[in-house]
């Protein structure tokens, strides 16, 4: 069994920064990728950035204010979040894939609140 534990969700006014961190435990064999997702009320979860052995991949509306980084030896996935807007504001879900053999396993942690305010 896998857990995924996240933290560093808050209120942060307009232009403030967050880093939000992620941690992976539990029955953990090769992982292919770790990321962050986001979903605000009334929309679909989305795709923020996520990290693979092939590098990183961002969406647009975040290119150039967050940066997404892992701690491989720790199974720790973090994003630092800056110049952050309103639309920013939602439930920020990490994510992590792994793999054994065929079998790949697809991992949601509880999500972490962020609230951008004017």
């Known amino acids: 069994q896998v857990r995924l534990r996240e933290s560093g969700g808050g209120v942060v006014q307009v232009g403030g920064s967050l880093t939000l961190s992620c941690t992976a435990s539990?029955?953990?064999?090769?992982?292919?990728?770790m990321g962050w997702f986001r979903q605000a009320p009334g929309e679909e979860r989305e795709l923020v950035a996520t990290i693979t052995r092939g590098g990183k991949r961002y969406s647009d509306f975040v290119k150039g204010r967050f940066t997404i980084s892992r701690d491989n030896d720790k199974n720790i996935v973090r994003l630092q979040m800056n110049s952050l807007k309103v639309e920013d504001t939602a439930v920020y879900y990490c994510?992590?894939?792994?793999?054994?053999?065929?079998?790949?396993?697809?991992?949601w942690g509880q999500g972490t609140q962020v609230t951008v305010s004017q």
């Open positions: 539990g029955s953990i064999f090769s992982v292919t990728s």
């Open positions: 994510n992590m894939k792994d793999r054994l053999g065929d079998d790949e396993g697809n991992y």
